[in-house]
């Protein structure tokens, strides 16, 4: 048999070839193994976790404030039914001189519907009015306070410093 005779061009193009691939091959596996990639994967790797808490964090809420307007819808019905059943307990005992109900007063459109003793829907002062505008007001420093007319003797005030120097 005849052993095939190449070319010396042939050999250095194939080796040429064979160096091209075996340097990019080494390359991806150099990107792949290398300290930048594990941390690009490890960076991506948290991320992902954050996204994941984000969510089940928002759901968290959602679930929450859900349940509290349930629970405050609740509230509010048990509310009326206490005030429906002292509404009635005092249209009874009061022999009608009581509060309004809040049917009474959830259906009413007219003001004058309402009892005249009822309607007088002033505001509480948050201040004690005064008898005269010469009288000093609750807000005043010296609300209170009884100040002495007479003034103090120098025995009473007693010694006055002396800041000469000696």
């Known amino acids: 048999m005849e052993s095939p005779v190449y070319s010396m061009e042939i050999l250095w193009a194939m080796g040429a070839a064979i160096a091209i691939v075996g340097l990019w091959l080494g390359w991806l596996a150099g990107r792949r193994t290398s300290g930048t990639a594990k941390k690009y994967q490890q960076v991506s790797q948290k991320l992902d976790q954050v996204m994941q808490d984000k969510k089940a964090y928002e759901t968290e809420v959602v679930e929450h404030f859900t349940e509290t307007a349930k629970l405050l819808n609740n509230l509010t019905d048990s509310y009326r039914e206490v005030h ?79 800041f000469r120097a000696h």
């Open 84 to 162: 429906k059943q002292l509404a009635a307990g005092a249209a009874t005992l009061c022999q009608g001189e009581g509060p309004i109900s809040l049917e009474v007063a959830e259906n009413n459109t007219e003001p004058t519907d309402i009892p005249a003793h009822l309607a007088n829907t002033q505001p509480p002062l948050d201040y004690a009015p005064k008898s005269s505008p010469e009288e000093k007001g609750m807000l005043n420093e010296e609300f209170g306070l009884e100040r002495k007319s007479q003034e103090l003797t120098p025995e009473e005030n007693g010694p006055t410093p002396d």
